[in-house]
């Protein structure tokens, strides 16, 4: 089965701290997502990842940026957090080939700047 | 661009009742299409998905998604709920497998009343 983990369930952070979200997948995918989902708002995606050291902009990238520095690793960072990023902050990975392109979520992170 | 609507927000349904949780998305010449299921405190699960053929597509746990090309839909339906299926419900389309970001509803929250 494919995993993706996130390496926090629950995090507090205060107003202007930098912020480390990291994510890792074991199935050898070369695609990478991250999500922030709000209630009523759905799934907004913020940046994705189509190899190693690759990014593009999603929907909502403001305020974000990423690092890919090995291929099963994607780092989400809130370069100085702000109460408006309190979310929830999930992680995704497919694979181009095979399927449908169908993406694979890992458990979220619960985030809340004060 | 792709876009999803998911046309109720909220679905409360008695335990052993049908539901039909209703997906449109806009036209395109190839969809992929997808349902996926949040629950509580947990990351996204892939429930089941259209990519050709058969147009009537099941899961391992009852639910069943029908692909209407002429109305654009995709709505999932179980003909007796439990109280296990409370949870949220995401419809999302692709128009090109691969290095392409899957396009999400805003989701339905389906609550089974005992």
């Known amino acids: 089965d494919v995993k993706v983990t996130q390496s926090s369930r629950y995090l507090v952070k205060r107003t202007g701290e930098k912020v480390f979200l990291e994510c890792v997948q074991d199935m050898d995918h070369e695609n990478m997502f991250w999500y922030r989902q709000d209630p009523g708002l759905g799934l907004r995606l913020i940046y994705f990842s189509y190899d190693v050291k690759m990014k593009e902009k999603g929907d909502i990238p403001e305020g974000y940026s990423v690092s890919r520095e090995k291929k099963e690793r994607f780092s989400l960072i809130l370069e100085s957090a702000s109460t408006n990023q309190t979310s929830m902050y999930l992680c995704a990975s497919s694979s181009p080939t095979g399927g449908a392109g169908e993406q694979y979520f890992g458990p979220g992170t619960r985030l809340t700047v004060t | ?114």
């Open chain 2, 1 to 114: 661009a792709q876009s999803v609507t998911q046309l109720d927000s909220q679905v409360p349904v008695f335990e052993e009742a049908p539901v039909e949780l209703r997906c449109n998305y806009s036209s395109s010449v190839s969809v992929y299409l997808f349902w996926y299921v949040q629950y509580p405190n947990q990351g996204l699960q892939l429930l089941l998905k259209y990519l050709s053929g058969s147009t009537l597509v099941e899961s391992i746990n009852g639910f069943e998604a029908e692909f209407n090309k002429s109305q654009t839909s995709f709505h999932l339906r179980k003909p007796s709920v439990h109280i296990s299926d409370t949870a949220e419900y995401f419809c999302a389309v692709s128009d090109r497998p691969g290095n392409t970001p899957l396009v999400f509803g805003k989701g339905t929250r389906l609550s089974v009343i005992a």
